[in-house]
């Protein structure tokens, strides 16, 4: 095993210097390298320089961080940690990079991106590969091939010509001379010396080629000027027609830095407005309210039946233009409600034949919640849902419209985007909104987006068509700095926060009290929480210096990461204890008024609220709910099996105020001609008592459409169905009853359609999950025990390709039992009941009835082995 005090001289070396919680953490962050469990450190590290793991770990670097292994990928390989300082901070030795490296170079080596001391860094081979310029990708960097690299397939008689128009003596050999003008290009005053005596337009040639990217095209008979510069190897040819500045060059006239800018410390997010803790409290509880008060509409508007599912799956535009006039909202909310209902489990599709949506049974267990614990439900799905309700409207990669509902919205990286948003308000004071420009600043500079100018702003333009060397790349760093605002993380972010709002989490754009526990970071008391009786909850504008505000205990904040699922739901329960107090209580009350208008002043208590719904029209929402009392509203209680004594009885009991005289004529006048005329099938027919008013149905012109003939004084027959004609009578002013095959009047009720019982759609994974303590510790034991397996030295002789040498059985049980005398520890092949086979580090106890007891360096634990199963068995070296 490599030692401290030996260099290692790969990777593999490398690992296996670390202590168990420096390999723990490189596996919890990089999680991949655990899927399946790496038989020992040398297939753990070869995995570790593949290059799927290592986009994935160069995508999860800061911007410090990925620039810092940019500047590795031009430097020397091995590179000392002078020369990676000189690349990052400048022949001025930038403090705060000078001060920010050493984090990011730790960052680099526990990803095992970085191996090796400070004096040889090595980036891994992989990563070098991504990052390092070629002619075909650009180095983020914007910097060239160097002078050795450039000069690889020049002649030596024209390597001698550039190091003489160079002022440099003559050489015997081509790879003296191309050192030769290394130190050259590396030495600034020598530079500075060279580049006095170079005419004006060569340098502005060298001034618009310096950050990238450093190709140029040239003709024939280039310019004196760009003569001048590639007769000295200023630019050297790549290709016909083609120039490259060197990258000493350039890094000298960059003053010795690899980028246009630095960015060692991570942009502040910056407050926007300061409220009172309280005034976002109860500003977020509100909308909070309004949310579940949302949801419940948009769940009732479906309650029989909702839109039907589209072949592809989703809703249609049409149907969700629906929704969002029903909701009185813009289209993209209510993508967002519908898209949350469908995360929290509440609608899905019924599978029938003639597919459509509709509420589920939890949807059911869900009113019966108080409405905290209903609220938590809704956040904890959106927190960590995976759909995007924002994506609805565009396109997919096969230009198809994502509609609502349908597939193709899962993005992965939306749950870490959204904690981590919040997680930043929660760094914020108290009380206190972001800069919403500030935030997303902040997450580009903790994942800059690779390849985009914004993801690498010190790439000047490295990226871009390389401009012409005759026009002094005119075209070279067009895209120097420019951000893409419109990349996945951005657009998360700022859904996130506009989301957040509209769900309570967040009130006035400050997070609250509610959202802190939501993440994790507040602790709750008893008596926590200030209740709507507080005068300080409902105060606007800044406190004062006299105000006497509640203390909340919160934990400081953290980065927020994702919670597993039972700490979430821990969090869930604190931030619903810690609304419940914010929330109105439901009224058991309404104000009628001489209008025909009830008033509820305030969330109505569940069986109110449903009667009513029945009973009236609704008429406005807000703050007060405003129902209409109407001659079809009343028969809509009449049909669904109310009488007029109950509807009286209803009214005076919930009501503050009198009923008032013209409702209650309203209620006896749609009851006494409530089903004095009956329809039922004959077709169709209608009975009533009275003749005459049979005959005034006949004499009506609009009852032509029906086609009714009198079958006798007090019937008619129709030639439409009954429900047809139920409605052309009601529209003629009538107010028909449905009856049954024996007469009876038919009580028509709501019916609410359910889906059979449907789960929650599974959030997409961001690649592999994250281990926990438990899979960590094994794993790291797995890697050890077979680690030591692969590099301890064997008794016995192993054949060429290291594989277990197989033993016969006498063999093997008297080695076996030899280890038990001995205590020696054995090397064993083992070949389980489904076949599949594994090598083992095991230290025997006792053997008998065919069975072998042993410690299992492996498992780390005591295991008993059938002897039959062992395929072959060797004993390791003392030492």
Not at 304 to 332: F, H, I, N, Q, Y
Not at 515 to 537: F, H, N, T
Not at 694 to 709: F, H, M
Request: proline share 8%; charged share 20%; hydrophobic share 40%.
């Amino acid at each position: 095993m490599s030692t401290p005090a030996t260099p290692p001289r790969s990777l593999a070396e490398a690992l296996r210097t670390r202590d168990d919680a420096s390999l723990a953490a490189l596996l919890r962050s990089r999680p991949d390298l655990i899927t399946p469990v790496p038989t020992d450190l040398t297939q753990l590290a070869t995995r570790a320089g593949t290059r799927g793991s290592v986009v994935r770990a160069l995508e999860r670097l800061d911007r410090f961080a990925l620039q810092t292994a940019e500047a590795l990928a031009v430097a020397s390989d091995p590179a000392s940690y002078d020369e990676l300082l000189a690349l990052m901070a400048g022949d001025r030795r930038d403090p705060a990079v000078v001060h920010a490296l050493p984090r990011a170079l730790t960052a680099l080596r526990e990803q095992a991106l970085v191996w090796g001391a400070d004096d040889r860094l090595r980036l891994v081979r992989t990563a070098r590969e991504l990052l390092a310029p070629s002619p075909q990708h650009p180095s983020p960097t914007g910097l060239g091939p160097t002078v050795a690299e450039a000069t690889a397939g020049m002649s030596p008689g024209r390597i001698q010509e550039i190091v003489t128009a160079a002022g440099l003596p003559s050489t015997h050999d081509p790879v003296s001379a191309v050192a030769s003008l290394t130190k050259l290009f590396t030495a600034r005053r020598r530079m500075k010396t060279l580049l006095a005596g170079a005419p004006e337009e060569s340098l502005e040639v060298l001034n618009r080629l310096v950050w990238g990217p450093p190709y140029g095209q040239v003709t024939a008979d280039p310019a004196p000027w760009l003569r001048w510069l590639i007769d000295r190897g200023l630019l050297l040819p790549t290709a016909p027609g083609t120039v490259v500045l060197p990258r000493e060059v350039a890094l000298h006239l960059r003053a010795g830095r690899a980028h246009r800018e630095t960015e060692p410390v991570a942009p502040a997010v910056e407050a926007k407005a300061t409220h009172r803790p309280q005034v976002v409290d109860t500003t977020a509880a509100g909308q909070a309210y309004t949310a579940l008060a949302t949801v419940e509409e948009l769940l009732k508007d479906w309650d029989e039946g909702g839109p039907a599912v589209m072949r592809a799956g989703g809703l249609s535009v049409r149907d969700l233009k629906r929704t969002a006039v029903a909701l009185d909202v813009a289209e993209p909310v209510a993508a967002f409600w519908v898209e949350l209902a469908y995360a929290a489990g509440l609608l899905a599709s019924d599978g029938d034949a003639d597919e459509r949506y509709a509420a589920t049974p939890a949807y059911d267990e869900w009113l019966d919640q108080p409405a905290a614990q209903r609220w938590a439900r809704l956040t904890e799905a959106w927190l960590t849902a995976t759909r995007t309700a924002g994506l609805v409207g565009g396109r997919d990669a096969k230009d198809r419209t994502l509609s609502a509902l349908g597939p193709g919205l899962d993005r992965s990286a939306a749950p870490e985007v959204r904690h981590r948003v919040l997680g930043l308000l929660a760094g914020l004071p108290e009380g206190a909104s972001p800069a919403a420009e500030s935030v997303l600043a902040r997450l580009r500079w903790e994942r800059p987006v690779r390849g985009a100018g914004g993801g690498q702003r010190s790439t000047g333009g490295a990226g871009s068509t390389a401009g012409s060397a005759e026009g002094a790349g005119s075209g070279a760093g067009a895209g120097a700095g420019a951000q893409a605002d419109d990349d996945l993380r951005s657009r998360l972010a700022r859904w996130t926060l506009g989301e957040a709002e509209m769900l309570g989490v967040t009130g006035r754009g400050a997070l609250s009290r509610q959202g802190r526990a939501l993440l994790g970071l507040e602790s709750v008391g008893a008596g926590d929480g200030a209740g709507p009786s507080d005068p300080s909850a409902s105060s606007p504008g800044p406190s004062g210096p006299g105000d006497k505000l509640p203390v909340h205990h919160h934990r400081p904040p953290t980065h927020a990461d994702p919670l597993s699922p039972a700490e979430q739901a821990a969090a869930s329960a604190a931030a619903a204890r810690i609304l419940a107090p914010l929330l109105p209580e439901p009224l058991d009350h309404v104000l009628l008024q001489a209008d025909l208008t009830a008033v509820a002043p305030g969330p109505l208590e569940r069986p109110l609220a449903d009667m009513l719904d029945v009973l009236a029209d609704v008429e406005s929402k807000g703050g007060a709910t405003v129902y209409r009392f109407t001659p079809g509203s009343v028969r809509r209680a009449l049909d669904a099996g109310r009488s007029a004594s109950d509807l009286h009885d209803f009214l005076t009991a919930h009501s503050r105020t009198p009923v008032p005289q013209p409702l209650a004529y309203l209620i006896d006048d749609v009851a006494r001609r409530h089903g004095h005329l009956r329809i039922g099938a004959a077709s169709a027919y209608v009975r009533c008592d009275d003749d005459a008013v049979l005959s005034e149905i006949l004499a009506d012109k609009r009852s032509a459409g029906l086609r009714l003939r009198r079958l006798a004084p007090t019937v008619l027959a129709a030639q439409a169905d009954p429900a047809a004609l139920l409605d052309g009578l009601r529209a003629m002013g009538f107010a028909p009853a449905a009856e049954s095959a024996e007469g009876d009047v038919v009580i028509t009720r709501a019916h609410a359609r359910r889906t059979p019982p449907r789960t929650a759609p599974d959030p997409v994974p961001d690649g592999p999950p994250t281990p926990d303590t438990t899979l960590l510790s094994a794993a790291i034991r797995a890697i050890r025990a077979g680690d030591r397996a692969s590099t301890t030295p064997l008794k016995t002789t192993t054949p060429p390709n290291g594989e277990l040498p197989r033993t016969s059985s006498a063999e093997t049980l008297a080695t076996v039992q030899a280890a038990v005398l001995t205590g020696t520890t054995l090397w064993i092949g083992y070949v389980n009941a489904e076949g599949a086979a594994s090598q083992r580090v095991i230290a025997p106890i006792r053997v008998e009835g065919g069975f072998v007891t042993a410690y299992d360096h492996t498992a780390d634990e005591v295991r008993t082995y059938p002897l039959h199963r062992v395929t072959g068995v060797a004993e390791l070296a003392e030492d």
